[in-house]
């Protein structure tokens, strides 16, 4: 970005010059072309100057661990955010909500909203499950969560989905699945 307006204020400046050399060779300078020349030159150099000390970090990632950062979500830190635990198995989806401290406030699985047997494994039950914990974290004064995600099941993105509908706002998505460094042998393939 600063190469780019240092560039355009080399660009401008060579056209001022350009313009000037060109009033002077023309001799219009007597009929105030000179003093428009100056307003437009300094004008445009004036508006670089104020878009170069104007321009801010927009960095949105969130700080490292330990670094302090001047991004606050309702006036808290980034470690003093609730975290909304999702974890997505091939039969559920449980999301919990808990502070930053790791005291839990909100519990709820697509099991507690109704949805009975195979039907819990489905993303439309995790969107509701997802719209149920937002609704009871609303009405804690929470607003602003980061999620942590756990599993491979088929309602890890409707349960953040149903996050959102519900009137969350999401900072952060964290993936946290375990991944077996060859650990533990597979089940056998199931044979349809």
């Known amino acids: 970005m600063f190469k780019y307006s240092c560039l355009l ?99 709820t699985s697509c099991g507690t909203e109704g949805f009975k047997n195979v039907k819990k494994s489905t993303p439309i039950a995790a969107q509701t499950a997802g719209i149920s914990a937002a609704a009871k974290a609303t009405a804690k004064g929470v607003t602003f969560v980061r999620v942590l995600v756990k599993g491979l099941g088929p309602g890890r993105l409707s349960a953040i989905k149903g996050l959102t509908m519900g009137g969350l706002e999401v900072v952060s998505i964290t993936d946290n699945t375990p991944v077996p460094h060859n650990g533990c042998r597979p089940r056998k393939a199931r044979r349809i």
Not at 45 to 54: G, I, L, N, P, R
């Open 9 to 107: 204020f080399n660009s401008v400046s060579n056209v001022c010059r350009q313009l000037t050399a060109s009033v002077n060779a023309n001799a219009i300078s007597q009929y105030g072309s000179r003093g428009l020349q100056r307003t437009i030159c300094s004008s445009s150099v004036k508006q670089q100057e104020t878009e170069a000390t104007s321009r801010k970090d927009f960095s949105y990632f969130p700080p490292m661990p330990g670094q302090d950062s001047a991004l606050r979500w309702a006036g808290k830190k980034f470690e003093e955010l609730p975290i909304v635990h999702i974890k997505a198995t091939y039969n559920n989806t449980h999301i919990q909500l808990t502070d930053s401290a790791g005291e839990s406030m909100v519990r």
